[in-house]
T-cell receptor, first 116, second 115 residues
Framework: AQTVTQSQPEMSVQEAETVTLSCTYD???????LFWYKQPPSRQMILVIR??????QNATENRFSVNFQKAAKSFSLKISDSQLGDAAMYFC?????????????FGAGTILRVKS | EAQVTQNPRYLITVTGKKLTVTCSQN?????MSWYRQDPGLGLRQIYY???????DKGDVPEGYKVSRKEKRNFPLILESPSPNQTSLYFC??????????????FGDGTRLSIL
């Protein structure tokens, strides 16, 4: 079974600075998808960015980018020019392209605090 | 507006009193799923449904039931709730597996407290 590990329970960043959240995963599959979700205090689950494993190019969405290292099974999220609204819990998630069902396997989450 | 609607958002109840959390989506999605979120564990899948009348167990199905009689609705049923089912619950939906890079749309969550 696949597992996702987020080794940083909490992170802090100064407003306007850059922060990187770590995520590693364990799988024997070659085709899969990776996601970062943001959960603000409102509890909503908001998709931040996604990456297809077959794509070598790292995904980017405005201030959010990933460093996808397939061989190392690493999928870190970089937030540039951090804003107060970025404060939230961030979850890394894995989705198999081979298993029946659309299950997302989540990490334990990283709380990001943004200081003004 | 495309959305997944869960009700109730909050519920405090007692052990053994049957309860149902409703979930409805307006995107005509075939796939629906329930997750529970617990501190230090992230979200874990309880049950999922690939289409009407097709449901399957996820990773933590014990103590839960689901049904999928209509495409838009996927209720989660706790026949005899126990305190270890106190958690934050999310319903999610997405297009079917052929579009597996498509993100799952989540409801706003239901906070259940079982006393």
């Amino acid at each position: 079974a696949q597992t996702v590990t987020q080794s940083q329970p909490e992170m802090s960043v100064q407003e306007a600075e850059t922060v990187t959240l770590s995520c590693t995963y364990d799988t024997s599959e070659s085709d899969y998808y990776l996601f970062w979700y943001k959960q603000p205090p409102s509890r909503q689950m908001i998709l931040v960015i996604r990456q297809e494993a077959y794509k070598q190019q790292n995904a980017t969405e405005n201030r959010f980018s990933v460093n996808f290292q397939k061989a190392a099974k690493s999928f870190s999220l970089k937030i540039s020019d951090s804003q107060l609204g970025d404060a939230a819990m961030y979850f890394c998630a894995y989705r198999s392209d081979m298993e029946y069902g659309n299950k997302l396997v989540f990490g334990a989450g990283t709380i990001l605090r943004v200081k003004s | 507006e495309a959305q997944v609607t869960q009700n109730p958002r909050y519920l405090i109840t007692v052990t053994g009193k049957k309860l149902t959390v409703t979930c409805s989506q307006n995107m005509n999605h075939e796939y629906m799923s329930w997750y529970r979120q617990d501190p230090g564990l992230g979200l874990r899948q309880i049950y999922y449904s690939m289409n009407v009348e097709v449901t399957d167990k996820g990773d933590v199905p014990e103590g839960y039931k689901v049904s999928r009689k209509e495409k838009r609705n996927f209720p989660l049923i706790l026949e005899s709730p126990s305190p270890n089912q106190t958690s934050l619950y999310f319903c999610a939906s997405s297009e079917n597996r052929a579009y597996s890079n498509q993100p799952q749309h989540f409801g706003d969550g239901t906070r259940l407290s079982i006393l």
